[in-house]
């Protein structure tokens, strides 16, 4: 059984100190071990909605305006951030913003820009990304003193065309008592808030553009075609099974394996866990981790996103691939609306947060060979 308190994994991080040997192997189960602790504990949690300021008077000035209300310029040029405008709406600190993005990372994965593109523009237009897909293109062996056919071969250029990026906003109305009498920071309050609306509203929009992205599509078997059973089912349009994932991994060029991940929603990795032999009964996969506590599947990153569609009839609930290839793209930066009288007769303080933000798959459908990074799992029908 897997320990799964703080305690078992500071316990178990401290049996590979005292093993008296400590190798390479020995050093990466450490540092998972630590970082499980660390999970476990709450530690990573507590991190994300920490807001870094640039100065005390910009933490001063930004917690004012958004208790009461009211503000005062403050100069740029004395590094004190951004201030409002006449709107009542301005651009957030940047501390603000960084908490914002880390809950979201928190929360969504395909957030994380060591996995995606996140592309930052000054501004919202329509935008375009130069392409190349070099799948099919390959040297040439020469023997010495040969004549032989170089290869000056040029990869196929494309574009991706991206139109103007959409406005995703998130707003809540909050009581003047709990800005009053709350012990809780306003500023990491709403932080929370808008790293929570901003997923449910932005993270179907990733998923879309991961899943039709997919030029590759493996149909689901189902446990049955691995003798397998999941969660007591085995029908191809209920489950999926090992030769299912196996098919979807061998299914995407070689080229990507390298940084190549799975993606699905927290349930799926669950009942992939949950995979046994229909005639022994013993689990399939077991837990395993990287060095940063990610989980694996077949010896590559699990990322988690909520939007993943889950398992049933004629779903796509697993992506894999390189995700390098999704690119985010944010223009301009995010603002903050704050107002007072939006609800007077309820007491409440109302907040709007504003991004634009847009998703796309970084292929040219137009070239070919087809450039394929992604492949997606559909169950039958």
Sequence with gaps: MPAKTRADYLALAESFITAGTFSKETEARFRS?????????????????????????????????????????????????AFPGSSGSGFVPVGFYGAVISRLKLIDQLWDPDLVTVLKTPRGSAFAIPLDSDVDNQGVVIAENAVGT?????????????????????????????????????????????????ERAFGPVMVAALVNGAAATTTALGATGSDQTMQGSS????????????????????????RASWVMRPATYLAILGLRGATPGLRVFHEKFDDDGNPLLLGKRVVFAPAMPGLGASKKPVVFGDLSRLVIRQGGEMTLAVSAERRPEYGQYYYRAMMRLQAAAAIDTTLSPADAPFAVLTMGS
């Design 150 to 198: 170089s290869a000056d071969q040029d990869p196929l250029m494309g574009v991706l065309a991206l139109p103007e990026c959409p406005t995703v906003r998130a707003s809540c109305f909050v009581s003047r008592e709990l800005v009053s009498d709350s012990g809780i920071p306003l500023d990491t309050y709403l932080s929370k808030k808008f790293a929570t609306r901003f």
């Design 235 to 258: 029908s191809a349009s209920t489950s999926i099974g090992s030769d299912d994932l196996v098919t979807l991994a061998a299914s995407i060029d070689g080229a990507y394996l390298e």
């Design 33 to 81: 071990a630590l970082r499980l602790a660390e999970l476990a504990g709450g530690e990573a949690q507590r991190k994300v909605g920490v807001i870094e300021y640039e100065s005390p008077g910009e933490e001063r000035s930004f917690r004012e305006w958004i208790a009461t209300g009211k503000y005062l310029s403050r100069d740029l040029a004395e590094g004190d951030g």
